[in-house]
């Protein structure tokens, strides 16, 4: 089976009005690798997996599977081919327990059977090595790294031959990752071929045998991962060499513009420290650990329980996020789909729905303002889009995380929480992104940042508060910065 072609794509081109998304690409598959498919935000990734699935049609092109060749498929026949697809956002039934959502669509005859639903769910978890999961746990209550590994074991059902998984540590931690990786191996062990898309290079020369690399719609090559670099695929990606992973802030911190004393809330406890104009403060810890909690307090979107927040040195109380943005706090939220933006509505009126405030005059909104504000945030952030009325759903990852930061910035706050701004970002994209941030700091912001990322943490902050368990664990100056460190505060361990 070793070389064994199992998936050929010929010539596969898709065009969008204005946008072409896959460009004559043609590409190989084998059976019982790891092979990762890597690109910049818009080069193409998604829509050929969408192609892969079933989900939408070539214009153009081939897609092969050993001896069978279509012109394009039909998620059913997608599906008899024995492929299977973990997206970025869980496709899964909430409400439904973990035995329910693995067997999900199953022919299970007139009745079904729940014993041999959870039986069989018992053994594939076994198989792949999962023994904190429990069948009959809802999906509503797991958390996001639990969900990914229930995406899993619902594809291992369906007997999967080829699976692509779509940035599926993004909400995992360290640790959790390691135990993805295993399974992955064992999935690959059994012959499965796993197409695996990630921003996080660290990541694919642990777990991938080839890795092929798109750049704008094209096909650009495929590299055997054990005989590339990181600065190869990323030249490779970009088409041309990136320098500095990190810009140099060319500031210092100035005034204290936020101060939280003995703040409890949303699971947090008595959390207090300060954030200066010009700085940015890196916010630490574990999944779990209560980051984006003590966010969604900051911004009204949950109760303050306990304690006091300042701004500009003065008290503040924000019931709903309306208070926080005119209290000059922005919030840009790690879910940008659920959280962050309006997908069916246009980039303009996605760049302006928090400002109509001030770009409306006795309550109607000034078109000609609201249109002048989506092309300054357009143009400085370089949203690619080919009009501000295209809807944002049909951007790529990282231009509908610049419209998130657009909007934001366009309520004009002054501190500015990003919480995992470059998660399911490629490396371009994030190099714009801490441009932006320093460039914030440099105007005199003050950020909050949340993330995962330890080399973003240790490269982007000026400090670094850690949370474990909803309270702090510590705080460290960039003087004492290392990854150890981080570690060892995150897990409680002093």
Request: proline content about 3%; glycine content about 8%.
């Amino acid at each position: 089976m070793k070389d064994e072609t199992v998936l050929s794509l010929r010539h596969l081109t898709k065009r969008y009005p204005g946008v072409t998304a896959l460009d004559d690409v043609s590409l190989d598959f084998r059976a019982g690798e790891v092979h990762a498919l890597l690109g910049e935000n818009g080069a193409g990734k998604s829509t050929l997996i969408k192609a892969i699935a079933g989900a939408l049609s070539p214009d153009e092109g081939e897609i092969i599977f050993r001896d069978k060749t279509y012109k394009s498929l039909t998620p059913l026949e997608a599906k008899h081919e024995n492929v299977e697809v973990i997206y970025q956002e869980f496709n899964l039934v909430e409400s439904l327990s973990v035995a329910e959502n693995v067997c999900f669509g199953e022919k299970t005859g007139r009745f079904v059977d729940y014993k041999a639903m959870k039986r069989k769910t018992l053994e594939i978890l076994a198989r792949m090595g999962i023994n904190n999961l429990s069948p009959d746990m809802l999906v509503r209550d797991l958390p996001p790294s639990h969900k990914q590994l229930v995406e899993i074991a619902k594809s291992v059902s369906r007997q999967a031959k080829i699976l692509v998984m779509d940035e599926p540590s993004a909400p995992l931690s360290v640790n959790e990752v390691e135990k993805m990786f295993d399974i992955v191996r064992k999935l690959k062990k059994d012959g499965v071929t796993v197409i695996y898309i990630s921003h996080r290079l660290e990541e694919l020369f642990e777990i991938s045998d080839r890795v092929s690399v798109m750049r704008d719609g094209r096909y650009i090559t495929t590299k055997n991962t054990n005989e590339t670099t990181p600065k190869e695929l990323i030249a490779l990606m970009v088409g041309r060499e990136l320098t500095n992973s990190y810009p140099v802030k060319n500031c210092t911190a100035g005034e204290e513009l936020l101060r939280l004393e003995n703040v409890s809330g949303n699971g947090d406890k008595d959390i207090s420290f300060s954030l200066c104009r010009g700085e940015i403060l890196g916010l630490a810890g574990l999944v779990g650990a209560g980051r984006t909690e003590l966010a969604r307090v900051l911004f009204g979107a949950d109760s303050l329980d306990n304690g006091n927040i300042y701004m500009f040195g003065r008290k503040i109380k924000n019931h709903l996020p309306g208070d926080a943005i005119r209290n000059g706090l922005g919030l840009i939220p790690e879910d940008r789909k659920e959280q962050g933006c309006f997908l069916l509505k246009p980039v303009d009126w996605n760049c302006s729905i928090a400002s109509l405030r001030r770009l409306s005059r006795r309550g109607i909104v000034q078109h000609a303002q609201e249109n002048n504000l989506a092309v300054k945030y357009v143009d400085m952030l370089s949203i690619k889009t080919p009009t501000l009325q295209q809807l944002v759903k049909n951007l790529s990852g990282g231009n509908q995380q610049k419209v998130v930061i657009a909007k934001t910035l366009a309520t004009q706050s002054e501190v500015l929480i990003f919480d995992e701004p470059t998660r399911g970002i490629d490396v371009g994209a994030k190099q714009e992104i801490y441009k932006l941030m320093c460039e914030l700091a440099e105007q005199g912001k003050a950020i909050l940042m949340i993330s995962s990322d330890m080399q973003e943490l240790l490269g982007m902050s000026d400090r670094i508060i850690v949370l474990a368990e909803g309270r702090m664990a510590g705080e460290l100056q960039r003087s004492e910065f290392s990854q150890q460190r981080v570690l060892e505060l995150a897990s409680g361990m002093c």
